[in-house]
């Protein structure tokens, strides 16, 4: 299973545009996907017809699902910028910069956790001290969506190009908003 767990699973979109697991030969749906990732899971969704990836809009769709039932983990502010970086030259940085500071908060995330369970603490004393330490744990896996999951070592990272003074003052108010999204997220 742990071979498995490496290599993606394989979703096919029908011409119906139903989703199909490959592994357990049944439909799956949007949720389905989601939950497949949460729990550590790659995921790859291939048009059966044309062969095209359709993983990154799947995922997109995803995340507008959720942020549009109300489940925001993304601000407003963000997701401007976000809007605005594709209409500049500085969509060539922002992926970069995303994928470092999402790494960046799984370090800090695993370390936290790490420390947590290394150092004697009074609390572990206490009843239910376990049951709370798994359940912080379930929460910043969910919360990181995988990021720290086994074999899942994120993006891969490029030296960051040299940017334009337009973009360096985009890029640094988008790094402030993330590292205000950053003490949110340790907050919780």
């Known amino acids: 299973m742990a071979e498995d767990a490496k290599k993606p699973l394989l979703i096919k979109r029908y011409a119906s545009r139903r989703l199909y697991n490959t592994e357990t030969s049944d439909y799956v749906t ?6 497949f990732i949460r729990d550590g899971r790659e995921v790859q969704i ?12 799947y995922l997109l769709q995803i995340v507008a699902e959720h942020e549009s039932r109300g ?3 993304l601000p407003l502010d963000v997701l401007t910028d976000l809007v605005r970086s594709y ?12 994928a470092m500071s ?5 370090d800090s995330q695993s370390k936290m956790m790490e420390n947590l369970s290394n150092f004697p603490s009074p ?7 376990d049951a709370l330490t798994r359940q912080q744990q379930a929460f910043l896996k969910t919360m990181m969506g995988g990021w720290g ?6 993006p891969e ?4 190009p040299e940017t334009r003074n337009g973009e360096k003052e985009e890029l640094a108010q988008i790094k402030k908003q993330l590292a205000e999204l950053q003490s949110k997220l340790s907050k919780l």
């Open 30 to 35: 949007l949720e389905d996907i989601a939950s």
């Open 46 to 57: 291939i048009d059966l017809k044309s062969g095209d990836d359709l993983t990154r809009q």
């Open 71 to 73: 489940e925001s983990v």
């Open 87 to 98: 209409t500049t030259q500085a969509q060539s940085v922002v992926p970069q910069f995303l």
């Open 102 to 106: 999402f790494r960046m908060l799984r």
């Open 123 to 129: 609390m572990a004393s206490m009843p239910g001290f």
């Open 149 to 154: 999951a086994p074999g899942s070592s994120g």
């Open 157 to 160: 990272m490029e030296p960051e």
